[in-house]
């Protein structure tokens, strides 16, 4: 696969991605009636997961 294939895909799966969390966090907003559904604490939770889910994925080909 070339270059600008393999960014392609993975553009389209993080756009997927993160589509699929808005709609679900939309959803649990709705559903306890509040105006955010996530708060900071949670924000900052899922920022350090992403960071090391990226790093997971930059280690792949590392043996």
């Known amino acids: 696969m070339n270059k600008s ?5 993975g ?3 993080g ?5 699929i969390a808005a709609m679900l966090l939309a959803r649990r907003a ?3 009636e509040r105006e955010t559904a996530i708060t ?6 899922l920022g350090v997961l992403v960071f090391g889910l ?7 080909n590392d043996d």
């Open 5 to 9: 294939r393999i960014i392609l895909g």
């Open 11 to 13: 553009t389209l799966v």
């Open 15 to 19: 756009a997927l991605t993160g589509l």
């Open 40 to 45: 900071t604490g949670e924000g900052l939770k």
């Open 30 to 32: 709705e559903r306890n």
């Open 54 to 60: 990226l790093r997971a994925i930059a280690s792949l």
